[in-house]
């Protein structure tokens, strides 16, 4: 998407025209424009000349924004800063500057018989003179509404402007008229109509419209700059300088100037510079602004570090891996910035009636105008019925009923470390009925660890020596998991010798003169006999339970069983909880078998659970859930992307440094599903808000206009005088600002105010096949040997289903066994190559 900088427009009806304008271009495939951030958007292989000039004949003005690196590091982003409120400050305090004496004459001594000069008192044609050349002047102050309404008005984009114009114009032309009739009144000495042409004048009227305005489009202007809070911020984190090892000595650059391999340094509260990784030292470093994380993360030698993070403690050399736009930051500037430049499908309905509003309006002004005329009021009255209407109508508040709802909503967003990438994303996350998450890595952490220990005839401490002995020499992730258990409690690591590994059984060697036993089932009963009926019983509930039973010995006899597994993060539980609780029918969606699947669903408290589904056959799941409602896929993004791509929405989870994955529409800088239900509150929330701004836009004009019009003087009496309807129309916009910054608000965690949807999703969505369905399909049994642990079984399970053929492999690692279901014959050589080339031993056809 290329982003372009737009000047001059000044309500929703300009947003609209310059849409239409370069939707138009030959190559644009799509344009959103923002009022908010006065940005455009566009996609498409046209010229960025050709689209300038689009803009340009519609009667704007755009330049192409800046790219991602000079947003980044130099934070020059006009589009964002507030340069029109010192204008209009300037502007207003004029204005009341020459008001007030403007009031004083027109009302306070028309009015309320206050004391005039004696160069006024008694001279009518001086007092209309007077209020002439003050309201005059505040109207040459304020030119901006007249040259930008009649600018509009000439190339047949009404505007906001226009209204305000054309308003002002009228009161103002209309007082001069009359002005010029009481002076043919005073020649003839005709007090009477002297009398009657004072009371026609409107030049505090044209005067006070503008500087109502004025007031309101500041108050606007000021809030729709703290919507825009989050963005800036984004951009001024990272630092503007680097310390850098050049031949041997530090030395201070800027930021720019780092290339991708310099080594730069991180003293305690330095900010880090640019992406990078850890060559020496080791610190804690606080990630908030990133990840929206308060604990500091550990990081020692081989870990990353990014951009505009804070060294808490300690003293770090790093290598520069990513620079200027390619470093986490900017791509989340991006990523924000993208999602304002972009439009939310709930727009639509404002962006429609904003196209026609504005000549509407003008319609109705004139009708109202004529129709007074038509029931015998005076012109006077006529105009300030139209004129009212002309002031109190704003385009304004529809326009920015959903931008600033999203900018708000986005903001609160990044700084939990969710990033919408666009807004239609954001709008879709509140419309969630099912959620499906991947098992591995997204429920579960990935990794192996320790979860049971139960020895047999000796202590804990002596079983957990043996095992961290016998599997230190191994770099299989069962042995990895007990060493690192084992090392977490400070437990010495004696040698062993005479280490051998037993393809696809397990391990065993001498220690301290003792042969050592560790492996499978199998392997073990060989060493120590047929289990006991109580040892089988653990072993057997172990691996029903989603777990795999690592089993040892010395000598002969049975030290005791350390089981070890994927298990789900800690957070996990409450997140699937709290979906469940909003009305939402959770999934889980994993390549492991039944038994495995149906442990970790049982904990995880999910509702339903589709197992022994490889990546493409997720994509089918997803689009079978779509047939039930609205589904949003959740994983980590690469084995993921086709179900990512097809769901509803897709959000990728725990990205870190590969923040930017294309396959997903919202990308999670943390590793936890409370960020999922986070995402889902902050979208539901920002969607509420949406609807009370249109509601409020919509209502505010529907019930305005009529008033303006003089609609309600026959049934109740209302009549609204032009200038309260230009103090409503100036504070319109500023009361949806306002509306949406309370999204500020939100407490991202917070579950107390959670309500479940109007239809949740109930009951089994998937219909999986039996076993029995599969013995009518073709299957086969094969040998494999080398599998030790679930990892393996997927490594093979994996390789196998790669193959043209094969639907699906279930495989076991206890059996040495694995089950191909096969949709059409197979040559044995492509499995026995599939299966050698992942690494194991291929032992024929059953």
Request: aromatic share 6%; charged share 20%; hydrophobic share 45%.
């Amino acid at each position: 998407m290329e982003q372009y900088k737009v000047t001059g427009m000044s309500c929703a009806a300009c947003q609209t025209r310059v849409e239409k304008a370069v939707s138009a271009v030959d190559g644009v495939d799509s344009c959103a424009v923002s009022l908010l951030t006065n940005s455009m958007g566009v996609e498409g292989t046209a010229s960025p000349e050709a689209i300038i000039a689009a803009v340009e004949a519609a009667g704007y003005g755009a330049s192409k924004k800046v790219d991602g690196v000079s947003k980044a590091q130099t934070s020059n982003d006009d589009s964002l800063k507030d340069i029109e409120t010192p204008k209009m400050k300037k502007r207003l305090i004029a204005s009341i500057i020459l008001l007030i004496p403007l009031l004083y004459v027109s009302m306070g001594h028309m009015l309320w018989d206050w004391p005039l000069p004696g160069f006024l008192d008694g001279n009518h044609v001086a007092m209309g003179l007077y209020q002439l050349i003050l309201a005059g002047l505040v109207m040459v102050i304020n030119q901006k509404f007249f040259i930008s309404g009649f600018k509009g008005l000439i190339h047949k984009s009404p505007n906001m402007d226009t209204l305000v114009a054309l308003g002002a114009t009228a009161s103002y032309t209309y007082s001069v008229v009359a002005l010029f009739a009481m002076t043919s009144a005073v020649l003839i000495n005709d007090t009477e109509q002297v009398m009657y042409f004072m009371k026609q004048f409107y030049f505090e009227a044209a005067a006070m419209i503008l500087t109502l305005i004025t007031v309101g489009k500041m108050l606007e202007a000021k809030s729709k700059g703290k919507t825009t809070d989050a963005l800036k911020g984004l951009m001024n984190l990272s630092p503007k300088t680097a310390v850098v090892l050049r031949d041997g000595s530090e030395v201070t650059v800027p930021i720019e100037q780092v290339q991708v391999g310099d080594r730069f340094v991180v003293r305690p509260g330095d900010s880090i510079p640019v992406d990078g990784i850890v060559v020496d030292g080791e610190s804690a470093v606080n990630e908030a602004a990133l990840t929206g994380e308060s604990v500091p993360a550990e990081k020692s030698v081989g870990d990353n570090v990014y951009a505009a993070t804070i060294n808490s403690s300690g003293y770090m050399v790093c290598e520069a891996k990513r620079v200027g736009e390619d470093t986490t930051l900017s791509a989340i500037i991006k990523m924000v910035s993208d999602a304002a430049a972009t439009k939310a499908p709930i727009a639509k309905i404002a962006d429609k009636v904003s196209g026609v509003f504005v000549p509407a309006v003008i319609s109705i002004s004139v009708i109202t105008f004529i129709v007074w005329l038509l029931v015998g009021q005076t012109v006077g009255y006529a105009i300030a019925r139209a004129v009212a209407v002309l002031v109190i109508s704003c385009p304004c508040a529809l326009g920015l009923a959903t931008p600033v709802a999203i900018m708000v909503g986005n903001g609160v967003a990044a700084k939990t470390g969710v990033l919408f990438k666009t807004a239609a994303s954001l709008e879709q996350a509140g419309k969630t009925q099912i959620v499906a998450l991947d098992k591995t890595g997204t429920i579960t952490t990935g990794e192996m660890k320790v979860t049971d220990l139960i020895p047999v005839d000796v202590s804990k401490e002596e079983l957990l020596k043996v095992a961290y002995a016998l599997e230190a020499k191994s770099e299989h992730p069962i042995s990895r998991a007990i060493t690192e258990y084992a090392s977490e409690r400070d437990l010495e690591l004696k040698e062993t010798t005479e280490f051998e590994v037993l393809s696809g059984s397990g391990i065993k060697a001498k220690l301290d003169g003792d042969m050592i036993y560790g492996g499978n089932t199998k392997y073990i009963k060989g060493v120590v006999g047929e289990l006991n009926e109580e040892d089988n019983d653990i072993v057997n509930n172990l691996a029903w339970s989603g777990k795999t039973p690592l089993l040892f010995a010395r000598e002969g006899k049975l030290l005791g069983i350390i089981a070890v597994a994927d298990i789900i993060k800690e957070d996990s539980r409450e997140a699937i909880s709290e979906l469940k609780n909003m009305g939402i029918h959770v999934v889980m969606l994993t390549g492991d078998n039944e038994i495995t699947a149906a442990a970790i669903a049982e904990q995880a408290g999910v509702d339903e659970v589709v197992a022994s589904v490889k990546p493409d056959g997720k994509e089918t799941v997803i689009r079978q859930l779509m047939e039930h409602g609205t589904t949003t896929m959740v994983g980590d993004g690469i084995n993921d992307a086709p179900a990512l791509t097809s769901a509803n929405l897709g959000i990728a989870i725990g990205a870190g440094t590969d923040i930017a994955i294309d396959a997903a529409d919202v990308v999670l800088m943390k590793s936890s599903i409370k960020d999922v239900v986070a995402a889902i509150r902050i979208s539901r929330r920002t969607l509420t808000n949406i609807h009370e701004n249109l509601f409020w836009a919509f209502f505010y004009n529907v019930l305005g206009i009529p008033l303006a019009a003089g609609c309600y003087i026959a049934a109740f009496g209302w009549e609204l005088n032009p200038i309260f309807g230009a103090a409503a129309m100036g504070l319109s916009s500023f009361c949806v600002v306002s509306n949406a910054l309370r999204l500020n608000l939100i407490k991202p965690y917070d579950s107390s105010k959670d309500k479940k949807i109007k239809n949740p999703v109930s009951g089994i969505l998937i219909e999986q096949e039996t076993k029995e369905d599969r013995k009518e399909v073709n299957n086969m049994k094969i040998t494999v040997k080398g599998m030790m642990c679930q990892h393996c079984e997927a490594h093979v399970k994996k390789a196998l289903e790669a193959i043209d053929g094969i639907d699906s492999a279930v495989a076991s690692h206890e059996e040495n066994l694995v089950t191909i279901t096969n949709s059409k014959d197979v040559d044995e050589s492509a499995i026995k190559a599939a299966v050698e080339e992942a690494g194991y031993e291929y032992g024929g056809i059953l």
